[in-house]
């Protein structure tokens, strides 16, 4: 076969790059190893280049010779393979067959209900076909995740399988991070994020499609989307609006959507064989390792999936794992360790995708969001512990935790199903066979009956929606659970006594954040430290990952930490001080590992504090510096998290002030040691014991400044009859508070 002319110079520019960059590396080392004699390696060079000269000179026509333009053919031809290869595996998909019958059905439809299994191609594909058949000519494509690394590695994917660069033609949007341009009409993005779009764009006139995706999640965006979706459809008829979902309840999102039509896409599973265990595990961790190394040595070729509860459990897993393989040595095969989590860093993710090499085999260690989100191929293996970690939250308190929890039957069905894709798969479940059908529950309780509803409620106020109780919820949410966050908007200030938005609650709501970190950013604006308040709330943002502590140097590591405590400031300010700090040594990623601080969520704060500038002058906040002032940074603190006060009882425990729980500080704050009489902390968490994370000194006389409207004299007085052991002069205070005629 004859072939073309641009192919055949595409190969022929391949070999002699490839052949000029060999030459030249060796060239290169000959010159390094020099040093024993410098004179023969000068020869070796010189006889290089000129070899390469020589090269240029036959293959080329001399003077016409491009470098650059190879090298640019080169890349091309490279991606145009890469590009083909890509084509056809989107042809294997199995939703592939039914590409005709779908766009049939959704320009039939004006809500159309998808279902189909995981990795059956539903959030890569179905955007890319709306695409083809010109739905963005009329606007962009949104798909929409409840998950920021899904949206992340899908956008990733989709514009390699478009040729295009990531961020123009193809994005995504998550909190703090958006990767699109003027381009962009597949847009990737959380649902939290069309949230707040919502708030500029109510009627979404710039989209043409919005696909709900992972909708069997029901996270509480999503769940809200829905409702707020359905009536955009009715007076926006060119609006699609598709809800695909990896299970079988299809029906009630269906009924949700007045009867809408269902689409199924019919799935190819393969046998899973499924394990259960015969007696109950004390620890499903070690469990979970031992069964990896067990399927390691002992079964065929194929990839395992360990579904654990988060990050550090994750990593704990991998340290294990790492440290047993070590001690098998050249005995066995090498295996991969692949952790999936929530706040993988992006260098991390695409690891995951890659192939597994011949002889080698992966583990990949991931959360839930390896249950529906993601799919990774060549899993055979998997390992059940049937936990998740999720939400909980007391309306009476006002307190979420995240608690480790027994997954639901639904769940666990989608976990054996991940083994079974490319082939025959195994399923161990490391639970009894009796637990599974006894313990279990059929679904997992949608996030909206058990979280915090003050976030929502605030964006539902800011959107003009005030009558909650008859919003067309899909589940209702607890009614304590709206009436706890109202109180709480109303104690913020966010709303007043007729439970309209105020303009504390406007500018609270063009903040991505919870309300009291909203309301402690307002709040900045009356101390004049809007600069270090941002550089707290962006180092909170990042989570409890900024620190590290290798094992082998736990000295060093909390010696390190501990410098940025001195004076006992509390956890914000020692944030401040790590954040500015490392801005001092102009963001050196060298001065980070000294500190064994993480560089990656130090770049992450840096973002955000970006993103929170850019807000803060959007709602005209001037950014103000008080560096002097620790009262002022904390009154701020303390202008949002007042809700959270605590009282140090004499056990070493505290008492919270408005709804008496017994909490401990946690052994990471630098207060732990130090146990000032008040503080207000920023989370609980609730691990052994409820401990607070994030705490910082508060004093008592603030109190009337800060929140005189939410501490009441009886508050006061219940907390002297419930706290053991006071200390005298804290009672003194406390009596004082109450008699005190400001308190009402
Ligand atoms: O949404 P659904 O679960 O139906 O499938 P999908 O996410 O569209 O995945 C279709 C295929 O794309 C799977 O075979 C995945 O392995 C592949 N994929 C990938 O290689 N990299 C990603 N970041 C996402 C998907
Ligand atoms: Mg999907």
Partial sequence: LEQHPKERDASRTQKLTEQKLTTREEGKATLKNGSKNKKQAADDYQFVLEEIDFMKASVMDGDNFDYEEMEDSLEKSRAKSALEALKEERRKLPIYPYREELLQAISDHQVLVIVGETGSGKTTQIPQYLHEAGYAKRGMIACIQPRCVAAMSVAARVSQEMGVKLGQEVGYSIRFEDCTSEKTILKYMTDGMLLRELLGEPDLASYSVVMVDEAHERTLSTDILFALVKDIAQFHPDLKVLISSATLDAEKFSDYFDSAT????????????????????????????????????????????????????????????????????????????????????????????????????????????AETSLTIDGIKYVIDPGFCEMKSYNPRTGSETLLVTPISKASALQRAGRSGRTGPGKCFRLYTAYSFHNEMDDNTVPEIQRTNLANLVLTLKSLGIHDLVHFDFMDNPPSEAIISALELLYALCALNNSGQLTKVGRRMAEFP????????????????????????????????????????????????????????????????????????????????????????????????????????????IELTSNPGNLDAIKKSIASGFFPHFALQQKDRSYKTFKHLETVNIHPSSGLAQVLPSWVVYHELVFTTKKYVRQVTEFKLEWLKEIAPHYYQRKDAMRVLWAADQLRLADVMSLLRLAADGTLL
Wanted: glycine share 4%.
């Fill in 262 to 369: 269902i689409f199924k896409i019919p799935g190819r599973r393969y046998p899973v064989e499924i394990n259960f265990i015969k007696a109950p595990q004390a620890d499903y961790l070690d469990a979970a390792i031992a069964t990896s190394l067990q399927i390691h040595v002992t079964q065929p070729p194929g990839d395992i999936l360990v579904f654990l509860t988060g990050q550090e459990e994750i990593e704990t897993a991998e340290e294990i794992l790492k440290h047993r393989t070590r001690g098998l040595g050249t005995k066995i095969a090498e295996l991969i360790i692949c952790p999936v989590y929530a706040n993988l860093p992006t260098d991390l993710q695409a690891k995951i995708f890659e192939p597994t090499p011949e002889g080698a085999r992966k583990v990949v260690l991931a959360t839930n969001i």
């Fill in 513 to 620: 954040v919870d309300p009291m970190l909203s309301k402690m950013i307002v709040a900045s604006e009356k101390y004049k430290c809007s600069d270090e308040i941002i550089s707290i709330a962006a180092m909170l943002s990042v989570g409890n990952s900024i620190f590290y502590c290798p094992k082998d140097k736990q000295v060093h590591a909390d010696n390190a930490r501990m410098n940025f405590h001195t004076g006992n400031v509390g956890d914000h300010i020692a944030l401040l001080k790590v954040y500015n700090s490392w801005k001092e040594t102009n963001y050196s990623t060298q001065w980070c590992y000294e500190n064994y601080i993480q560089v990656r969520s130090m770049k992450w704060a840096r973002d955000v504090l970006d993103q929170l500038a850019g807000l803060l002058e959007r709602v005209e």
